[in-house]
């Protein structure tokens, strides 16, 4: 199937939504397989098909993870290349907003790629 996500065909809700179900999959994935994303280096080795960062051996899930993480990170291209940064921040950010209550701060990390406290 190669269906991909085109922003310019999406208002920014539907992206939104696209981008929320995408990320509680993704923490899903991540919790069957019992990986921890956000230790440092765990991310780079799940885009390269390691899967010893497995708590928990389920080499499905896994794969649905490896397969999911690329997508999120082609969606965040496509919405700043279609949207611009800040406005592809924008719609981020009110996903992330959302999904806190749902997965609690236990995944905070997830929220806080590439940003370093001052």
Do not use: W
Request: proline share 3%; glycine share 6%.
């Amino acid at each position: 199937m190669s269906e991909k996500l085109s922003a310019e065909r999406h208002t920014p809700d539907e992206l939104t939504q696209e981008l929320e179900a995408l990320d509680l999959e993704i923490v899903r994935c991540a919790v069957i397989c019992q990986v921890r994303l956000f230790d440092p280096g765990v991310l780079n080795q799940v885009m390269d098909n390691n899967e010893q960062v497995c708590g928990q051996a389920h080499p499905t899930a896994f794969q649905s993870l490896r397969g999911l993480l690329y997508l999120h990170f082609d969606m965040h291209r496509q919405l700043a290349q279609t949207y611009g940064a800040d406005d592809a921040e924008h719609i981020i950010q009110r996903v992330h907003e959302h999904l806190r209550p749902r997965i609690g701060e236990q995944l905070g990390s997830l929220f806080d790629t590439g940003r370093h406290a001052s």
